[in-house]
């Protein structure tokens, strides 16, 4: 089978594990696959004074639940025998996904169609959309 690299972008919604099911039973057809989950948090640059205090107040919660996310994914392929690594990255998502990718030479980006923030009825997140248009690789949306 094909040598891949992929990058499994992770925000906790049910896309997101169901993007991470998907690739761990393509890791069982290819086992010289290579997965990286990443999770992105939100970061505080460009926020006014007030929003910044409100931000510190609460950012060792999206730390916290940013590792939550990270392990229960990394979990999905544990649980089946397979090594993945973990990463945590700040800022725009999609910018932060796009980057990663670049800089880790993958070959193929497998995410879910939307995200947690996504509003209802949208037919792609507006992650995912960026992600498609701007990624240097291939990318496979999972709904």
């Known amino acids: 089978m094909l040598k891949s690299k992929v990058l499994l972008p992770s925000d906790g919604s049910i896309t997101a594990a169901k993007a991470a099911a998907y690739a761990a039973r393509l890791m069982k057809l290819n ?3 290579k997965l990286d989950v990443l999770v992105v948090l939100p970061e505080k640059e460009g926020l006014n004074n007030q929003t910044k205090d409100m931000f510190e107040t609460i950012d060792g919660t999206i730390e916290a639940k940013g590792k939550d996310i990270l ?3 990394v979990r999905i392929f544990t ?3 397979q090594n993945v690594q973990g990463y945590i ?5 999609a910018a932060v996904i796009i980057a990663f990718a670049e800089r880790g ?4 980006i497998i995410m879910g169609s939307r995200g947690v923030s996504e509003l209802r009825g949208t037919a792609i997140g507006s992650v995912s959309h960026k992600v498609i248009h701007e990624a240097n690789c291939r990318v496979t949306l999972v709904k």
Request: aromatic share 6%.
């Open 71 to 73: 392990e229960n994914t």
């Open 105 to 108: 030479a993958y070959d193929h």
């Open 31 to 33: 086992p010289d696959m």
């Open 89 to 93: 990255g700040k800022g725009d998502p």
């Open 79 to 81: 649980s089946e025998g």
